[in-house]
């Protein structure tokens, strides 16, 4: 079975060379990324309330996902909530098999509510929460449906991904799971809206953060001033571990204290207040946003974990290219991976499956070639693999 693999050398200047390097990060509460997580959550919930009645995932595409801001009206000490924010769950399900209805609004709304109920804790999903559901209908009869055992592709797509992550790439990364991790048991003042911009010139990198503060939480500006000084300290603390570089930290630079002018909110989201979101506006399945690198503009949160190549591509090619960066270490300092379907074929037989290899000084194509083809054909080989690990919430999506 050919699979058509292609591996080449790149001749191109090592992320780690070149001059400056841009690196963003949304945090897990910005709306965009709140939409992602709505969308992979629904599919997720789907496809175990498909799996448990029929034995297997049915078709569907949660991937259209709409947050839109409410209003409220922070103060120190504690503020209001005015208005609610709204999130529209958009996509395709099978709703009906053999005439009988499924339960797919429950379980999709059921699922968003939970949601958001862990990732944004200081949100009251009940009160401040609008979830409406218009996920299209569908009827079909088992014997129509989509054999998922032929795991034919559903379009003609691709997927991207590169590794390892630059030190810029890591500390952006590892800057927003810190704050959106162990930190919070310090820091409650801190919301999960956090978004990260890394910016490297030669050896300084810039971390730019903007962190939503909880009002509640924060008596005064005093109080707010210090809990940004916390931070950025324990930013600093973490930034070491992942780089000698010079590292410089500014946390919410629109801040105006004389003029009164601070990032609090009530629920530690800015969407609280107009800011709205859309699936796929935000980090790629990298966990990135990575302009020096090359990306896909393929939404892959939502999208069904059987048959839908933007999604399995690029899940693949990153866990992939990751695989290969670590077992060949020695001679292969960066891997580009593209890989592209063909509607109706086998998903584990692309049109193309690229890996362009950046060697390590001495090394030789010849002798990594063969090893990077055989990852690779191995990866496609278990593609099928990946629809459990998706399911089971153990791929990154964003």
Known sequence: MSRNISVEELVHTPIEEQPTEIVERKGIGHP???ADGLAETVSRALSTMYKERFGRILHHNTDQVEVVGGQSAPKF????????AYVLLCGRATTSVNGERLPYRTVAVHAAHDYLQSACTNLNVDDDVIIDCKIGQGSVDLRGLYDTRKQLANDTSFGVSFAPYSETETLALKTEELINGPLKKDLKEVGQDIKVMAVRNRDKI???IAAAMVDRYIPDKDHYRSVVAELKERVLDNAVKHTDRQVVVDINTGDN???????????GLSWENGDDGSVGRGNRNTGLITPYRPMSLEAVAGKNPVTHVGKLYNILAHETGHRIAKELEGSVREVWIRIVSQIGK????PQTAAAQIILQSGAKLSKAKPDVESILDDALGNIDKLTDKIVA??????
């Open 32 to 34: 965009d990324s709140v």
């Open 77 to 84: 000490g504690g503020g209001t909530f005015l208005e609610p």
């Open 206 to 208: 810039r971390i730019t």
């Open 257 to 267: 204290y004389d003029s009164g002018i601070f990032y609090l909110t009530v629920t």
């Open 346 to 349: 086998p998903i584990d037989q």
């Open 393 to 398: 919430g153990k791929c990154r999506i964003f």
